[in-house]
Structures are given as C-alpha cells and as structure tokens.
C-alpha cells in the first residue's frame, strides 16, 4: 500500500483564514517570486510526520491522544510578521503566535516524546510557533530575497485575533502542481475532564 505524507496540526478558524487572505494581499509585491499558501491551508503544524505506512495510523493518533492528556483548549494570538531562516537569506514568511504558549509547548513535548516511542526522531531545531503565508522558491535572487525579507520585517500583521486551541488534527498531505491539498485523517480532541 502506497505511504502517506502526514503531520500533526491544530487547525485554524475560517474567519482567522480569512483575516490572513487579507494580509497576504497587502504583502503581495511584483517581485520576488513568492509562492502564497492558500488562505484556506493555513495551519498551525507541531509535528510533520512525512511519508507513513497506513497500518502506523492507528499508532498515531493513539500517540495523539496520550499527549492531549491533562492538556485542556488554551488560547493563542496572532502576533508579529516573520522570515526564517532571517531578513537576509528570506526562505518562509510567516506570522508568530502568542498567548498560552507554555501550555502549547508542554504539548507539543508530550508529542514529541510519544511519537520517539514508536519511531518518528525528535526535531533537531527548537519549536517556534508560526503560521507560513509564503515561501520562496530557490530561483529567487540574492537581493530580491534580502529586499522582501526586510520589506516583511518591517510590515505589520494588524490581525487581532485569538486563537482556541481544543484539538490536534492528524492531516493528509497531497502535493499537487497547484499545491497542497490537506485532509484531516482523525481529530483527537483536549482532556474535557479537568
């Protein structure tokens, strides 16, 4: 059976979705090149799994659950514009995340530490949580990736808005010319017992 391209995200609002479409249009310039995420793709990714055999999917999502324990929603905020890996050599754009984040990152260790159980290694980099808007292709010259990187610094995301965060989702990755198409596999929902 063919494998499955899978990460581990908590899913956004529409309304939010919307709010970030509109923000990418204010930082759309003529150029670099810049590939946008489609307004209705935005996540927020803890953990990317890649290629997974379809009988590891139960295991998964029993990984999923145990790491939801003691974990009840929280709330995070929309915050400050970005590039990794820096305003110089600009690769991703993307918009940081505020709010509870002690609680999403306790989270995202009991993931961690889960899924190294039944295989999947630790990343090496630390988390920093961030909605990717952009990204930009390897034909982009020096320069322009400089110029945008400062131009994105320097913008404003003037999105107020909180995020409730109740549940992670295991999606489905599909990458197609046009992009990726995204499919929730299973949704696991915070501990409600607290």
């Known amino acids: ?25 204010k930082l759309k310039v003529d150029k670099p090149r810049v590939k946008w995420v489609s307004p209705e793709s935005i996540h927020l990714t803890l953990k990317f799994l890649g290629d997974v055999e379809p009988s590891m999917i ?37 918009v940081g995340l505020g709010g509870d984040l002690e609680s999403l990152n306790r989270l995202c260790r009991q993931l961690e530490d889960n899924l190294a159980k039944i295989g999947f290694p630790a990343e090496k980099h630390g988390f920093t949580p961030h909605l990717t808007l952009a990204r930009l292709g390897d034909e982009v010259l020096p320069d322009e990736r400089r110029y945008f990187g400062e131009f994105i610094t320097k913008s404003h995301a003037d999105i107020n808005y909180d995020i409730r965060a109740s549940a992670l989702s295991l999606m489905k990755s599909q990458l197609t010319r046009e992009g990726a198409i995204y499919t929730r596999l299973s949704l696991v929902e915070f501990d409600k017992k607290l």
Do not use: C, N, Y
């Open 58 to 94: 139960s295991s998964i999502r029993q990984v999923m659950t145990e790491a939801v324990q003691g974990i009840q929603h929280f709330d995070l905020r929309v915050q400050q514009l970005g590039v990794f890996p820096s305003p110089e050599r600009a690769q991703v754009v993307w």
């Open 1 to 25: 059976m063919e494998k499955i391209r899978t990460f581990i995200a908590i899913e956004l609002p529409g309304d939010l979705k919307l709010e970030l479409g509109r923000l990418q249009e």
